[in-house]
C-alpha cells in the first residue's frame, strides 16, 4: 500500500542553523501539507501546497519556512535559523484530490533545536 | 474558524468491549469533513475514518464506526472489540468549506486497552 515517507525519522540541529526535512508524498497524490506537533501538544498547521505553489499558509508559517517541490516526487520543508521554540515532530501528509478528502501522514520528523 | 474539542484526556477499556471517543465541533461552514487519526506512542499519524458533513449515514471502516450527530455538533469514535494494539492517542480533526483544506486538530485522547 503507497505511504508518504519523511527523512530523517529524527534531526538534532543548533539554533540558527538551517534545517531541511524531506517528504515523498504519495505519487498519484496532488495536495501536500505539513503539520507540526509540539511535544504533549495537538497538531498544527503550517502550510499547503498545490500545483507548485503555496495555497494556504498559517500564522506560524513565517518567512523562516519555506517549501519546495524540487523534482516529481520530493516535498521539502526548510527553516532556515532554527529557534528553540522550533522543536516537534513536524508531518508531511498528502491528499488525492479529485473528490477525495482524506489526509495520509507521514512517520514525522522530530527535530530538536538545542 | 473551525474549533475541535475532544474533552476526555485519557479513557480505559477492557479488552474486548467497545469504546467511544468524544468529540464535538463547531464551524460555520455549511459544508466540513472530520476525521479520526491514530498515534501510537511510536509518533506516526494514522487515518482511521472521514465523514462528510452531508454525508447520509454514518461512516464505519473495520471496527471503527463514526457517530456522527448533525444537530449536536459531535463525531464520536467508536471503537468496536477494543484490541491491546488499540492504546493509542486519538485526534480528532477537521477541514471546513472556507478553511481550504487544512485540518484542525483537536487535544487528544489517550485511549488505554487493559487485558
Known amino acids: 500500500e503507497p505511504e508518504v515517507t519523511q527523512t530523517p525519522s529524527h534531526q538534532v540541529t543548533q539554533m540558527g542553523q538551517e534545517v531541511i526535512l524531506r517528504c515523498v508524498p504519495i505519487?498519484?497524490?496532488?495536495?501536500f501539507y505539513w503539520y507540526r506537533q509540539i511535544l504533549g501538544q495537538k497538531v498544527e498547521f503550517l502550510v499547503s501546497?498545490?500545483?507548485?505553489?503555496?495555497?494556504?499558509k498559517s500564522e506560524i508559517f513565517d518567512d523562516q519556512f519555506s517549501v519546495e517541490r524540487p523534482d516529481g516526487s520530493n516535498f521539502t520543508l526548510k527553516i532556515r535559523s532554527t529557534k528553540l521554540e522550533d522543536s516537534a515532530m513536524y508531518f508531511c501528509?498528502?491528499?488525492?484530490?479529485?473528490?477525495?478528502?482524506?489526509?495520509?501522514f507521514g512517520p514525522g520528523t522530530r527535530l530538536t533545536v538545542t | 474558524a473551525q474549533k475541535i474539542t475532544q474533552t476526555q484526556p485519557g479513557m480505559f477499556v477492557q479488552e474486548k468491549e467497545a469504546v467511544t471517543l468524544d468529540c464535538t465541533y463547531d464551524?460555520?461552514?455549511?459544508?466540513?469533513?472530520l476525521f479520526w487519526y491514530k498515534q501510537p506512542s511510536s509518533g506516526e499519524m494514522i487515518f482511521l475514518i472521514y465523514?462528510?458533513?452531508?454525508?447520509?449515514q454514518n461512516a464505519t471502516e473495520g471496527r471503527y464506526s463514526l457517530n456522527f450527530q448533525k444537530a449536536r455538533k459531535s463525531a464520536n469514535l467508536v471503537i468496536s472489540a477494543s484490541q491491546l494494539g488499540d492504546s493509542a492517542m486519538y485526534f480528532c480533526?477537521?477541514?471546513?468549506?472556507?478553511?481550504?483544506?487544512?485540518?484542525?486538530f483537536g487535544e487528544g485522547t489517550q485511549l488505554t486497552v487493559n487485558p
Open positions: 501528509a498528502s491528499r488525492e484530490g479529485n473528490g477525495g478528502d482524506e489526509q495520509y
Open positions: 464551524t460555520s461552514d455549511p459544508s466540513y469533513g
Open positions: 480533526a477537521m477541514k471546513g468549506e472556507t478553511s481550504g483544506s487544512r485540518l484542525t
Open positions: 505519487s498519484n497524490h496532488l495536495y
Open positions: 501546497f498545490y500545483n507548485n505553489e503555496i495555497s494556504e
Open positions: 465523514q462528510g458533513s452531508y454525508d447520509q
